[in-house]
């Protein structure tokens, strides 16, 4: 990407950023600010991956990394339908553990995110910054009002296709570390959303995006990689699915706290004490997990259980609640992306609740006995 080009993608960016920021009243400015500059810092850094290929001052570690996402980019365009177009040709070096954190926020007796509203995006359950700390006055600011508050690293976040003309989405030093499997997950992620994005419906966005992301991630290790990438990424993926059941089941469990007749009548101390023993199961369950891992990561969910609350749990189903009716969608269309792509349009554009109804019925379909 060329100079010149690099800063008509930031004028545009800056611009967009502007309108929004007067759209939303001052108060907004400096979010809107943050949001401009910081993508225009990722967009500075990023630098065409054949160059970066090429630098001698490149580790041969990276340049292997860069060549794989290059055949994974491929293998997304020719065999899962997603779209071909500059995301993924770069890499940003951004010396820094997370491309960006999200606050999410959720009420003492709900898991219900609080929102937040974007043009172009719509509502969502995230407020994203470029700088921790800025994200952890937010949080701060939240929590003053009395909502449970979580801040989270995000390696990697989508454009939505509206910066393809300026050089796409790069691929970032936060992620390109990942295993095999999970690096082409989160590329194939990232690319679904460029696909299809229904404003004001996190879930279902989010949802989609996971669904295609692990029957793409899937293939892709069953059919384009070794046997050792297939071990590597078959013990990461072992304790994370251990640890998302956990979350599920934590989630119903606190779900149905909530929605108690102690809840309803607002005996709330009666409500605290219930949701405390939920909390305390999840912690004491997490332990006897943790206790049969072992390696460098077994600790890896340790500082993200000690501060599990609402949020947690509420931003946790963003990802996950309609995953099931999704993969199920994509058997009912045979299993062909074109179609299931053109599918999930259609359901799109459908109300909210009946999306999900939908979705929730191709699930059961999905997984009913033969």
């Not at 400096?30 to 990722?42: F, M």
């Not at 172009?120 to 006055?137: F, N």
């Not at 956990?246 to 009548?265: C, F, G």
Request: proline share 5%.
């Amino acid at each position: 990407m060329s100079l010149r080009r690099k800063g008509l993608g930031a004028a545009v960016v800056l611009v967009v950023a502007a309108g929004a920021a007067l759209l939303a009243g001052c108060a907004d400015v400096g979010y809107y600010w943050q949001s401009a500059s910081g993508h225009i810092g990722i967009m500075r850094a990023a630098r065409p991956v054949p160059e970066v290929i090429d630098d001698p001052h490149t580790s041969e570690t990276l340049k292997a990394k860069l060549a794989l996402t290059q055949r994974m980019r491929h293998y997304a365009v020719v065999d899962l339908d997603l779209p071909d177009n500059p995301s993924y040709k770069s890499y940003a070096d951004l010396h820094r553990s997370a491309a960006i954190w999200n606050v999410v926020a959720a009420p003492a007796h709900s898991l219900k995110l609080n929102t937040w509203c974007f043009p172009i995006a719509g509502c969502v359950g995230y407020r994203g910054y470029y700088d921790e700390s800025a994200a952890k006055a937010e949080a701060a600011r939240l929590k003053a009002q009395g909502l449970e508050v979580e801040v989270y690293p995000v390696p990697a976040y989508s454009t939505l296709g509206w910066m393809n003309w300026a050089g796409g989405d790069p691929l970032l030093s936060t992620f390109i570390g990942y295993p095999e499997g999970e690096l082409a997950r989160i590329m194939f992620h990232e690319l679904a959303h460029q696909v299809l994005y229904v404003p004001d419906d996190t879930v279902f966005n989010e949802s989609y995006a996971t669904a295609v992301e692990r029957i793409g991630g899937a293939r892709w290790l069953k059919t384009q990689s070794g046997e050792a990438a297939r071990d590597e990424y078959a013990a990461f993926d072992a304790r994370r699915q251990q640890f998302r059941a956990l979350m599920a089941e934590t989630r119903q469990a606190l779900e149905q706290v909530y929605d108690s007749p102690e809840a309803k009548a607002e005996n709330w101390a009666a409500v605290d004490a219930m949701k405390a023993a939920a909390m305390a199961r999840f912690r004491e369950r997490y332990a006897a997990l943790r206790a049969g891992w072992s390696g460098p990561r077994q600790g890896a969910y340790d500082a993200y259980v000690a501060s599990a609350n609402n949020a947690t749990f509420g931003a946790q189903a963003a990802y996950d609640e309609l995953v099931p009716g999704f993969e199920g969608l994509f058997e009912r269309e045979g299993e062909d992306w074109p179609k299931f792509f053109a599918a999930v349009k259609k359901l799109s554009k459908l109300p909210k609740a009946d999306r999900d109804r939908i979705l929730k019925a191709d699930a059961a379909e999905a997984h009913a006995p033969a």
